[in-house]
C-alpha cells in the first residue's frame, strides 16, 4: 500500500471545502471555527485563510479550554493566531464547572471531555454564534459517517440524525430558525492520511505532539496515557519515560499516545499508510461504549 | 489524483452493507481495532462468522433493526485512486436518500439478489439513475452462492435488465453486469475461481479502470459568484475579486464574459488559486476571478460567455422528486435554490406523476407526496440562470425549501 500515487493530495477536496467555506461566510450572520489546535481545525484554518484571500478570514477561532490541554497545543494555537492575525476567543471548562452547571468526573478515568459540551453551547449562545465549523471528518467514526455537511442542531444543541435535511448536489441550505444553529464540516470528505498529506502539500506546522518525542507516560488497558497532574492514577501505574507520539489532539486525559520515532511528516505518513490501529482507537473518550459518538453527538459534541 | 464518487442501492438484505465491508476488507482498509470490534460485535449478535455489514450500519437504532436507515459516507482508497462511497437505504421510505446519495456519483452500483431476481427496488433504483444521469451503472448480481453459481440465472437477470433499460428514456453510456457474492467475496475485489463461466472484471478491477468524463468541461461555461473579496488594505486597495465556483465548462485569462443578471459584459484579468495565478480554471475548481472592468456583479451572479449564456428563466418545467412528509402545495410559495441563489418559486401546476416502477405516467394523481416523482410547472419571482438537466446537469438542478420549516423539500430537474 506504499504506493507513490498514495502521496498525492486529492485536490478536488481543497475545492470543495473552499466553496463550503464561502457559503458559510455568506449565508450565516455570526460563523465560528471550533479551534482545538488538532491537525483538523488546523486544516480548516488553511482552508479559510485560502478561502478568502486576499481578504481576511472572516471567523473567529472558538476553542473551548478543559484546562487540560497539553502545554504545546496552547503555545501553538497562539503562536498560530498570532501569525495569521485571526481572533480568538477562549471559554473554560472551569468557568462551567465554578458555576456550577458540570461536574467533575472523579475516578481514575475522570475527564473533562464530556463537560466540554456545556461550555460550548453557552458559548454558542453567549457569543450568538449560527454556524460553528468543525473538523470533523466521515471517516473518523461510524456515526460521523452520517453527517451532513451543514448539519442543524436545536436549541439544545442536539442532532437527530433522522431528522436531517437532504443534501442535494453542491447545493447547502443553511436556513434555520432563531436559536438553532448549524455545525459546519467542510472537510467531511477527507480522510486522515488526506489531511496529513494536504499538511505536508501546503507545509503546515502543528504541535510538536504530533512528532516523536520523550515523555512519561502510563500503561493503562493496553494503552499508553500521557501522565499529568490532571490524570488520577492508582499505586500500581508508575509512570515510565518513552519515545511516542500523538495521532489526534484532544485534551491530556482522553488522548492516548502510540510509541514512535516518526519525527517527519513522510514518516508519519508511512506509519499511517502501514497503520495496523485507526486514528479513533487511540481516543479514550471513544472506549466506553460502542456507541459512544452518536450519543455524544444528539448531546451536541463537537 | 482523482476522486470516484459512488452510490450504492439494493433492497433490505439484499447484501449491499456486506458488499461494501467486503471491499474495504479487501482494499485492507479495516484496521485492525475495528476489526476486532466487528469480530466482538459478531459474536454478541450470536454470529459464527465476522459480519462485515456491521461496519457500515452506523446508527444504533440501525443495528437494533439490521437495516441501514440513512446515507453513509464509507471511503477507501487503492493506489490508483480515492473513492467514496454514498451508502443508501433501499427501502421506499427513504427513497429520498437514494436521490441524494445518488447526487454526487459518477458511478450508480445496483444490487441484485440472484435468488430473487428484479424486484420492485430494482425499477425504483433504475429510475433514479436514469433520473440523475448517472453515467457508469454496475449491476451486481449477488448472492450467486446461493443459487449454485448459476450462469443460466445470471443470464436470465441480465436479459430482464436488459428489457428494463431498453424501454428507458435515458440510457448510461457505460452498463456492467458482474455475478457476485458479496459474502465470500466472489468477483468482488478478486476474480472469482467458482464463477469460472464469466471472464469480465471484478467489480474492484472494473471500478479502477472507469476513466473520468471530464464532460463538464466542455459544457457550457458556467461560474457562479459566491462573495466579492475587498480586502481594503494598503497593498490591495483597489482589489475586487469574484471568489466562486466553475459550475461548468471552463474560463481562461482574456475570455470575454457576460455577467447575469446585469446582462454587463468584461473580459477575465487575472484567476488566481491563493496565491497562485493560473490561465485557466476548469470545472469544478474554487478560484477568485478578476475583471478588468468594474461591472455590477454581486454574490449569486453568474459568469458565462456571452456566445452561449442560459436564458433567464421565470416559468420553469421540471421534473422533482419530493422528498417530505408534508405534500406539495400547489400555489404555495417555496423556496427555490438553484446553486447558490434563492428566489420565491410558486407551483403552477403538476403535470403528472410518474410510477417510478412501472414507468408509467399517473394521469389521474395530481399530488406529490414523500418519495413522489412528478412533473410540475413552476413560476418564480426572479430569474433563474439554469441550463436544462438534460445537456448541463451541473447547472440544471435545484431543490426547494420550505419557508416555514426550512426544510429541504424537493430536488428538481430543469427539462
Known amino acids: 500500500m506504499t504506493n507513490k500515487i498514495q502521496w498525492e493530495f486529492p485536490q478536488a477536496l481543497e475545492d470543495e471545502a473552499i466553496y463550503i467555506l464561502r457559503e458559510t461566510a455568506a449565508q450565516f450572520e455570526r460563523p465560528a471555527i471550533l479551534f482545538s489546535g488538532g491537525k483538523d481545525s488546523i486544516t480548516i484554518v488553511r482552508l479559510a485563510q485560502k478561502a478568502f484571500y486576499p481578504g481576511k478570514v472572516p471567523f473567529p477561532l472558538l476553542h473551548i479550554d478543559t484546562g487540560h490541554n497539553f502545554p504545546e497545543t496552547i503555545q501553538f494555537r497562539d503562536w498560530l493566531v498570532e501569525s495569521l492575525g485571526l481572533d480568538l476567543i477562549v471559554r473554560n471548562v472551569q468557568d462551567s464547572i465554578d458555576q456550577g452547571k458540570v461536574q467533575e468526573e472523579t475516578g481514575k478515568y475522570a475527564s473533562r471531555n464530556a463537560l466540554q459540551t456545556v461550555t460550548l453551547l453557552d458559548a454558542i449562545e453567549e457569543l450568538k454564534f449560527d454556524a460553528c465549523i468543525g473538523g470533523a471528518r466521515r471517516d473518523e467514526e461510524k456515526a460521523r459517517a452520517k453527517e451532513r455537511i451543514f448539519s442543524v442542531r436545536d436549541e439544545f444543541g442536539q442532532w437527530n440524525a433522522k431528522m436531517q435535511r437532504p443534501e442535494l448536489f453542491d447545493m447547502l441550505n443553511g436556513k434555520i430558525h432563531l436559536g438553532e444553529n448549524v455545525r459546519v464540516f467542510p472537510i467531511s470528505n477527507w480522510t486522515e492520511l488526506d489531511v496529513w498529506n494536504y499538511i505536508r502539500r501546503e507545509n503546515l506546522q502543528i504541535p510538536s505532539i504530533y512528532f516523536s518525542h520523550e515523555r512519561e507516560i502510563i500503561e493503562r488497558d493496553g494503552m499508553y496515557w500521557p501522565y499529568s497532574p490532571f490524570l488520577n492514577t492508582t499505586e500500581e501505574e508508575v509512570p515510565f519515560r518513552q519515545k511516542v507520539r500523538f495521532r489526534t489532539v484532544g485534551d491530556m486525559t482522553c488522548t492516548a499516545a502510540v510509541i514512535s520515532e516518526a519525527d517527519k511528516l513522510e514518516d508519519i505518513i508511512g506509519e499511517i499508510l502501514e497503520a495496523k490501529i485507526s486514528e479513533r482507537g487511540a481516543r479514550i473518550d471513544d472506549k466506553r461504549s460502542e456507541a459512544a459518538m452518536e450519543k455524544r453527538k444528539q448531546a451536541g459534541y463537537f | ?415
Open chain 2, 1 to 415: 489524483m482523482e476522486v470516484l464518487r459512488i452510490t450504492t442501492s439494493g433492497s433490505v438484505d439484499d447484501g449491499k452493507s456486506t458488499l461494501i465491508g467486503r471491499l474495504l476488507y479487501d482494499t485492507h482498509s479495516i484496521p485492525q481495532d475495528k476489526m476486532e470490534a466487528l469480530h466482538a460485535a459478531s459474536k454478541r449478535k450470536g454470529l459464527d462468522f465476522t459480519d462485515l455489514s456491521l461496519l457500515t450500519d452506523g446508527l444504533v437504532a440501525e443495528r437494533e433493526q439490521g437495516i441501514t436507515i440513512d446515507v453513509a459516507h464509507i471511503y477507501f482508497s487503492t493506489p490508483t485512486r480515492k473513492y467514496i462511497i454514498a451508502d443508501t437505504p433501499g427501502h421506499i421510505e427513504y427513497t429520498r436518500n437514494m436521490v441524494t446519495g445518488a447526487s454526487n456519483a459518477q458511478v450508480s452500483l445496483i444490487l441484485i439478489d440472484a435468488r430473487k431476481g428484479i424486484v420492485e427496488q430494482t425499477y425504483r433504483h433504475f429510475f433514479i439513475a436514469s433520473l440523475l444521469r448517472i453515467p457508469y451503472l454496475v449491476v451486481c448480481v449477488n448472492k450467486m452462492d446461493l443459487v449454485e453459481y448459476s450462469e443460466a440465472r445470471f443470464n436470465q437477470i441480465v436479459e430482464e435488465f436488459q428489457a428494463l433499460i431498453a424501454s428507458a428514456t435515458f440510457k448510461a453510456p457505460s452498463i456492467k453486469f458482474i455475478p457476485i457474492s458479496s459474502l465470500y467475496g466472489e468477483n468482488v475485489a478478486a476474480r472469482s475461481e467458482k464463477i469460472s463461466w464469466y471472464n469480465g472484471d471484478s467489480l474492484l478491477e472494473y471500478l479502477e479502470q472507469i476513466t473520468f468524463d471530464h464532460a463538464d468541461n466542455s459544457h457550457p461555461s458556467r461560474f457562479k459568484v459566491q462573495s466579492v473579496i475587498r480586502p481594503k488594505t494598503e497593498a490591495y486597495h483597489d482589489f475586487r475579486g469574484f471568489a466562486g465556483k466553475v459550475v461548468s465548462g471552463h474560463f481562461n485569462v482574456g475570455d470575454e464574459i457576460i455577467s447575469l443578471p446585469s446582462q454587463q459584459k468584461s473580459k477575465i484579468k487575472t484567476i488566481e488559486q491563493f496565491e497562485t495565478p493560473l490561465t485557466t480554471a476548469e470545472a469544478r475548481q474554487s478560484v477568485v476571478i478578476t475583471l478588468e472592468d468594474e461591472i455590477d456583479t454581486s454574490r449569486g451572479s453568474m459568469f458565462s460567455k456571452p456566445e452561449n449564456a442560459p436564458a433567464l428563466l421565470r416559468e420553469i418545467s421540471a421534473q422533482v422528486c419530493w422528498m417530505d412528509q408534508q405534500k406539495l402545495v400547489p400555489g404555495k410559495a417555496y423556496l427555490l435554490q438553484h446553486g447558490i441563489n434563492r428566489v420565491k418559486a410558486k407551483v403552477q401546476v403538476i403535470q403528472y406523476v410518474i410510477d417510478v416502477t412501472s414507468n408509467k405516467i399517473l394521469e389521474d394523481k395530481k399530488e406529490l407526496g414523500l418519495n413522489d416523482i412528478g412533473k410540475i410547472t413552476l413560476k418564480t419571482a426572479q430569474p433563474v440562470f439554469a441550463d436544462s438537466y438534460d445537456t448541463n446537469p451541473a447547472n440544471g438542478a435545484f431543490i426547494l425549501i420550505d419557508e416555514f420549516s426550512n426544510s429541504t423539500v424537493a430536488v428538481g430537474f430543469v427539462d
